[in-house]
């Protein structure tokens, strides 16, 4: 197991951790970083970016993360590949273990360690999620071309990957449990414009049906109760994200969902010298770019920390 300590740890490689780790290695903090289970973050899950500013054309989400962590690297970020287990915030100096890897102590830690997509909870979802169950169109789409697909959610993440599938698909239903969509007006009407993209309002998943791979889905009205099936091979759920921070339970004030709780105007959790950025504190605006604005925030906050502690 390697000890080491470091001045500035970050935890996590999406926009809020990589813009960390560029404010936090030009302050001279020589940062080291946790990338995570998924370095990069959710934008790698994604294809085109269009409100990024600086990409009038937009840009492709994993791309742009590969920009932001050349960036990172450039000022001589540690990037290391591992996901953190076990935090002990209030020790001094504070405590990180990234699985049988590494212990690290460090004077400060940036939290960014994001969200993760949610799923229904279905017994069949979970047992189909080798077969045909998935919550990322881009990883899994490919295998679905010319097939029926099912996509289950009503917001911008939904719209995306029931849009994307349609471009690779014979056709996709979409279903969304209320009678409206809860996306940005243009992805909805997008989504409603594509021609093979049929969406069922008020429709629930009763089950994923199929012993080893996904061959339909029963689904409800629930305004009417009247059930039906829909023949699928590929099932999406992009029902929106849960907040990576259940190591940090017990020691940061979070909400009751798992949010972090961050001071007003900064992103100064309960514990000095610990510091929450991204979408892991952020359940309203969840941006690339106001993470990587937190991002910033957090190294500014952590340099700050370092210089009135008189650690050089
Ligand atoms: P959201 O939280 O915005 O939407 C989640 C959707 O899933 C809601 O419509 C919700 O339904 C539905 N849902 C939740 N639970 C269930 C369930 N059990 N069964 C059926 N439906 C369910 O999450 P997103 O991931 O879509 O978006 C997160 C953020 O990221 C947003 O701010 C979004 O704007 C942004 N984003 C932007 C993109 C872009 O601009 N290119 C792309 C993707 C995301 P209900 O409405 O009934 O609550």
Redesign the pocket.
């Known amino acids: 197991m390697i000890k080491e300590h470091v001045k500035c740890l970050i935890i996590g490689s999406g926009p809020a951790g990589y813009t960390a780790a560029i404010y936090a290695a030009r302050a001279d903090m020589k940062p080291m970083m946790y990338a995570g289970l998924q370095p990069g973050g959710q934008l790698t899950e994604?294809t085109d970016?269009?409100?990024f500013p600086g990409y009038p054309d937009g840009v492709n989400g994993p791309e742009m993360m590969l920009q932001f962590k050349a960036q990172a690297e450039r000022f001589g970020t540690d990037i290391r590949d591992g996901l953190a287990t076990e935090a002990y915030l209030n020790e001094v100096p504070k405590r990180v273990v990234i699985e049988d890897k590494a212990e690290i102590t460090a004077d400060t830690v940036i939290i960014s360690t994001g969200a993760s997509a949610?799923w229904?909870g279905l017994e069949s979802e979970e047992r189909l999620k080798s077969g045909g169950v998935s919550a990322c169109a881009v990883c899994d789409g490919f295998f679905y071309r010319g097939q029926d697909v099912v996509v289950?959610?009503?917001?911008?993440?939904?719209c995306?990957e029931a849009m994307y599938l349609a471009k690779l698909c014979k056709s996709v239903t979409m279903l969304v449990?209320?009678d409206y969509f809860?996306?940005?007006k243009i992805m909805a009407q997008r989504t409603l414009d594509t021609e093979n993209i049929t969406v069922m309002f008020n429709t629930?998943t009763v089950e994923v049906l199929g012993d080893q791979v996904v061959e339909g889905v029963k689904v409800k009205n629930n305004q009417t109760g009247e059930e039906s099936t829909i023949e699928a091979t590929g099932f999406f759920v992009?029902?929106?994200?849960k907040p990576n921070t259940d190591i940090f339970k017990g020691q940061l004030e979070m909400n009751e969902v798992g949010y972090l709780n961050v001071q007003s105007g900064s992103t100064k959790t309960n514990i000095p010298g610990v510091y929450a950025a991204g979408d892991c504190a952020d359940d309203i605006y969840?941006?690339a770019v106001t993470a990587a604005g937190t991002g910033c925030m957090a190294a500014l906050d952590a340099e700050r920390y370092l210089a009135d502690q008189g650690i050089h």
Do not use: F, P, W, Y
């Open positions: 994604t970016v269009e409100n949610k229904l289950v959610g009503a917001g911008d993440s939904a995306e449990r209320k809860r996306a940005s629930e992009a029902i929106g994200h969840r941006q």
